[in-house]
């Protein structure tokens, strides 16, 4: 019997008390909030999508308050609907889990509650011109603080981001000035909110979320007072770093849910890799707006001599050990599909893409990269720009669409490649290959397809490809006693649960296609200063 049946039974005989965890998960596109029962099984959920804001070329922003409502109404909608099909979450909610975009920068004023400036997403680089500085003035060049927190300066992290704010809003500075600003990722906006805002709101982060400010040192799990002083940043802004999986504090008013502790946080990539059980030497790869994959090499940091970022993957409760990862970081993947629905009206759904792409049986040659904000791992070139390249009369929008498909695989099978060069080296991964999948995207059946032959290695869906908020989950429930490591780390049966892609071409085509991608990919090069 599985530990999901047991538990299940457990449950059962425990005098009909009803046990719930539920999970925040708010994402760079969308925020969902999803209700577990103790076998993980959803009895509630509510999504919900909110605006992207383009101040201007290359420059990604979301409204605080906005993401805060969000977050308000998934909870209320979704706990409506698990209480409407008779679950008990009133009296059987146990704790809450937090997962988010991460990178994603927030400066607010806690006197008043409000944000001093949009939050400054992820993706956005406008602060290509501070990195550049910072490259030339200090002695270690874009690798400077790579050995202390695992991260190259680009305009990826945290860090730079909050520098850009320093210098061009004058609200963030005349606050800073007084001591009233303080500084967070997504998760500490929500979680500072959650918990009283300025009625004593707490003020922390996880060190997933932290690990990806380029401000935490990957060994001390502490905020790093060299790259604070480097930078000039005062430390009276930043949160408190706590670990993934603990009793944070209790939801405050006005949530639906008051009094509920808040059990885990963790960035949405690392919250992945526990929904995914990815113990050592194994890989996932998350598809959603990027593409994100992580490799967990164990208790001991691993630096890449392959254009990979060392990250934290885990670290579940304050005793606990801390696991780290290898990443490799795509800025664009389902986000190239809503560029075909959004900007070119291709299609009208994002899920229109597979039958469009399976009318033809190839791109026809057609390349199509895109660097539309830069190229992060393993190129990190901000330089780049967006091409589609390979186009003659014969080309349609099946070839073109077939391409951005082509494309999200081609960037995840560059990250992978780098991935098996630095873990070889270091024999971290042993026997065959399996990519874990997840994500929105991944219900493509053409593109796990597409990815398994241009791996030459299989590709492993789980049926629940929302693993992100089930990490979180995990990780509150681990806190709060609901599960332990061991029923979730040990999951069996797990394979009747997951769907396996093969490769079906020959290494002879995977090279060459190979080929012609890395040909596409030199032609974004240097392309950031063509006139308009």
């Not at 049946?5 to 998960?25: H, L, R």
């Not at 979180?472 to 806190?479: D, E, N, Q, S």
């Amino acid at each position: 019997m599985s530990w999901l049946k047991k538990k299940k039974k457990k449950e059962e005989n425990m005098s009909g008390e009803a046990v719930f965890i539920g999970s925040i998960d708010q994402g760079t596109t969308s925020t969902r909030f999803i209700i577990y029962d103790r076998s993980v099984k959803c009895v509630g959920s509510h999504q919900v999508e909110f605006p992207q804001i383009y101040p201007q070329s290359g420059w990604v922003e979301h409204d605080p308050m906005e993401i805060l409502e969000s977050v308000r109404l998934c909870i209320t909608k979704a706990v409506d609907k698990a209480t409407a099909d008779g679950h008990n979450v009133d009296n059987g909610l146990k704790a809450i889990g937090l997962t988010n975009q991460r990178e994603t920068t927030v400066v607010w004023s806690k006197s008043t509650g409000l944000p001093l400036y949009n939050a400054i997403v992820w993706m956005d680089a406008r602060t290509s011109s501070i990195c550049r500085k910072l490259e030339k003035e200090l002695s270690g060049g874009r690798t400077h603080f790579v050995e202390a927190c695992g991260l190259p300066i680009s305009t990826y992290f945290s860090a730079l981001k909050l520098l850009w704010l320093f210098e061009n809003v004058d609200k963030v500075k005349e606050s800073v000035k007084k001591g009233d600003a303080l500084f967070g990722t997504i998760d500490s906006w929500l979680i500072w909110n959650l918990t009283g805002g300025k009625e004593g709101g707490l003020h922390v982060t996880d060190v997933s979320n932290a690990s990806r400010t380029m401000l935490m040192n990957l060994n001390t799990l502490e905020w790093d007072e060299t790259i604070l002083k480097t930078l000039n940043i005062p430390a009276n802004i930043l949160p408190k770093i706590v670990s993934n999986a603990e009793i944070i504090g209790n939801i405050g008013k006005g949530w639906g849910i008051t009094g509920i502790p808040i059990a885990g946080c963790l960035g949405d990539q690392h919250a992945a890799m526990v929904g995914q059980c990815c113990r050592k030497g194994e890989a996932k790869s998350t598809y959603g707006t990027g593409a994100f994959i992580l490799l967990n090499v164990g208790e001991e940091v691993i630096q890449s001599k392959h254009g990979l970022l060392s990250t934290l993957a885990y670290k579940l409760g304050p005793q606990a050990p801390a696991n780290y990862a290898l990443e490799g970081s795509i800025a664009i993947a389902g986000a190239g599909v809503q560029w075909l629905r959004d900007s070119l009206g291709i299609i009208k759904k994002a899920s229109e893409i597979e039958e469009l792409a399976l009318e033809v049986e190839s791109t026809g040659g057609v390349y199509f990269v895109p660097a539309f904000n830069g190229l992060f791992a393993p190129w990190w070139r901000d330089d780049a720009r967006g091409v589609c390249i390979g186009i003659t009369r014969f080309t349609n929008k099946s070839h073109i669409a077939r391409a951005v498909l082509e494309s999200m695989c081609f960037q995840v099978k560059d990250v992978l490649d780098s991935m098996h060069k630095d873990s070889g080296e270091r024999d971290e991964v042993k026997g065959e290959f399996l990519l874990r999948v997840d994500g929105g995207a991944t219900v493509n059946n053409l593109l796990m397809q597409i990815q398994a032959d241009l791996l030459g290695s299989p590709v492993v869906r789980p049926s629940n490809i929302e693993t992100t908020a089930l990490g979180a989950a995990y990780a509150a429930g681990l806190a709060v006693g609901v599960w332990s490591e061991n029923d979730i780390f040990s999951s069996g049966e797990k394979k009747e649960r997951y769907t396996t892609f093969h490769p079906n071409i020959g290494e002879e085509t995977r090279k060459k296609k190979a080929d012609s991608w890395y040909k596409a990919v030199t032609r974004t090069f240097d392309l950031a200063d063509l006139s308009l």
